[in-house]
């Protein structure tokens, strides 16, 4: 034992004696315009903007209020027709309009109204979304001008939808679907759902894929509840659907652009953190110098399923 004692103890001042203090600099924050916009059919086009803010910068109600991007230039074109969208923040809007702001962020409406939360859209039908036509986005903010392409694809419909408990539990499961792939190399598909209970849709992580092994098959696949507010009061059923659910399922086709982003984002999400990932740049649709985000287009496809 002494002998190990002799042995160990120059080793550890050794170790000792190697340890430093280190000065680390870390590079300022370039100013960037994030943008998040979606259309899908029957529906008008809603775009979120937001500044991006440093990595290590403070997170709460009155932080986020500062990222939001407020009197921008923000327009929406079909080819044919195009209109310019308006900034409506939930301060101006009636509380019988609340749930309807919540349906599109996922936020109550507290939150919303203590946010006031502020989105671009517009009441003109004739660029509200239609299957298979192109949408240009334009926006001009903070001295940046952006812009992005979009394309609704015709919806891909699910064969059908199931609930099935997960391994031995049966208090708990995910929810199950079928589909039929076109014989066309180039589907790319995301996955959304929530209970009847729940603000909005989610999308889980691993959400969105494409055909490239599946081409013109038919497969069954499966998808874990997305994390919703209030889940950490049951931890034990984070990611569950439960017995008694109502799972409201929608399913969307998009195209090559939007996968890559989704697929890159998620990608980033999982690997944060972990220093034997590689690191995953982003692919965003938004082309212009300064801008992140995407320009998203949905062909959806709804189906609704009991837990039992």
Not at 106 to 122: E, N
Not at 155 to 178: M, N, V
Not at 251 to 279: H, L, M
Request: contains cysteine; aromatic residues 14%.
């Amino acid at each position: 034992m002494k002998k190990i004692i002799y042995i160990l103890c120059p080793l550890f001042m050794l170790l000792q004696s190697c340890v430093r203090d280190a000065d680390i600099e870390i590079p300022g924050t370039v100013d960037k315009v994030v943008i998040e916009g979606y259309i899908e059919p029957g529906q008008p086009p809603i775009v979120f903007l937001t500044r991006n803010k440093p990595y290590f910068g403070t997170n709460n109600f009155g932080s986020f209020n500062e990222m939001l991007i407020h009197g921008a230039y923000v327009s929406v074109s079909n080819g044919t027709h195009t209109t310019v969208l308006n900034e409506i923040c939930a301060s101006s809007l009636p509380d019988s309009l609340l749930p309807l702001l919540s349906a599109i962020t996922g936020l109550d409406s507290a939150t919303i109204q203590t946010i006031d939360f502020c989105l671009y859209t517009t009441l003109d039908m004739a660029i509200w979304g239609e299957e298979g036509k192109t949408y240009s986005l334009i926006v001009n903010a903070e001295g940046k001008s952006l812009t992005a392409k979009t394309k609704i694809p015709f919806p891909t419909q699910l064969d059908s939808i199931w609930y099935k408990h997960e391994g031995t539990y049966t208090d708990r499961g995910f929810c199950w679907a079928r589909v039929k792939d076109p014989d066309t190399l180039g589907n790319s598909y995301r996955w959304f759902a929530k209970r009847s209970t729940d603000y909005a849709f989610n999308a889980p992580i691993g959400s969105a894929f494409n055909d490239k092994f599946i081409n013109g098959q038919e497969f069954e696949f499966a998808y874990n509840r997305a994390y919703t507010p209030g889940d950490d009061d049951n931890p034990d059923f984070i990611g569950y659907f439960v017995p008694g659910d109502t799972i409201i399922v929608r399913f969307t086709s998009i195209d090559e652009d939007v996968y890559e982003f989704w697929r890159t984002y998620e990608t980033q999400v999982v690997s944060n953190g972990n220093p034997f990932a590689a690191p995953t740049p982003i692919r965003s649709n938004i082309k212009g110098e300064g801008g992140l985000g995407v320009w998203s287009g949905y062909g959806v496809w709804y189906d609704t399923t009991v837990a039992q």
